[in-house]
């Protein structure tokens, strides 16, 4: 059973405000958070966690997503 991704149309409050940042940011919402928007609290935690693994440390952002892209590729999910 897959997990439904939510469309900026299904959100509401804060979620919604996330979705905006990331429309506007990205022009995109990531898959993985909009299926995390089921549940707006690890939403925010996973958001948090992810900003701060792709903002700091000594390796560059861009590395990073390649490297992210890839491992999903490899595993077969949809980034």
Known sequence: ???KRLEPTDVGGETKHIY???LKERGNVPNMFRTMA???EYLRTMIAHFRTVMNTG??????KELVTV???QING???
Request: aromatic content about 10%; some cysteine; overall charge positive.
């Open 20 to 22: 905006d940042q990331y």
């Open 58 to 63: 000594t390796v560059a952002t861009k590395l």
């Open 38 to 40: 089921h549940r707006p």
């Open 70 to 72: 890839r491992v999903s």
């Open 1 to 3: 059973m897959r997990i």
């Open 77 to 79: 999910c949809e980034y």
